[in-house]
């Protein structure tokens, strides 16, 4: 089973910055789509920014002109650039790719297990 491992969050004060990064255990034959969401407490689980194979992104109106998201398709690996934090930034991100692990597979969709971002003074 293809397994996501994510690092770089933590805490960090109002408009500080920090990159996430995600990777895959193991060599994926493709991979379609690569994104971050986040979830805060008490709140549904959001698209953050994605990306696709072709380098098209989209972002959540919040985090627009604060977040650059980006991919390494060499190395299975997607990044979060976090400029500008703000409090309400504050939440589980989880990193989600979508893709074929061997060629003749269907497409499925892989998720890590959240890094913890909090944003406070």
């Known amino acids: 089973q293809v397994q996501l491992v994510e690092s770089g969050g933590g805490l960090v004060q109002p408009g500080e910055s920090l990159r996430l990064s995600c990777a895959t255990s193991?060599?994926?034959?493709?991979?379609?789509?690569m994104g971050w969401y986040r979830q805060a407490p008490g709140k549904e689980r959001e698209l953050v920014a994605d990306?696709?194979?072709?380098?098209?992104?989209r972002y959540t109106d919040s985090v627009k002109g604060r977040f650059t998201i980006s991919r390494d398709n060499a190395q299975n690996t997607v990044y979060l650039q976090m400029n500008n934090l703000k409090p309400e930034d504050t939440a589980v991100y989880y990193c989600?790719?979508?893709?074929?692990?061997?060629?003749?597979?269907?497409?499925?969709?892989?998720w890590g297990k959240g890094t913890q971002v909090t944003v406070s003074s």
């Open positions: 989600k790719m979508s893709g074929k692990r061997i060629w003749y597979a269907p497409i499925s969709d892989y």
């Open positions: 193991e060599n994926i034959f493709s991979i379609n789509t």
């Open positions: 990306i696709i194979s072709g380098g098209s992104t």
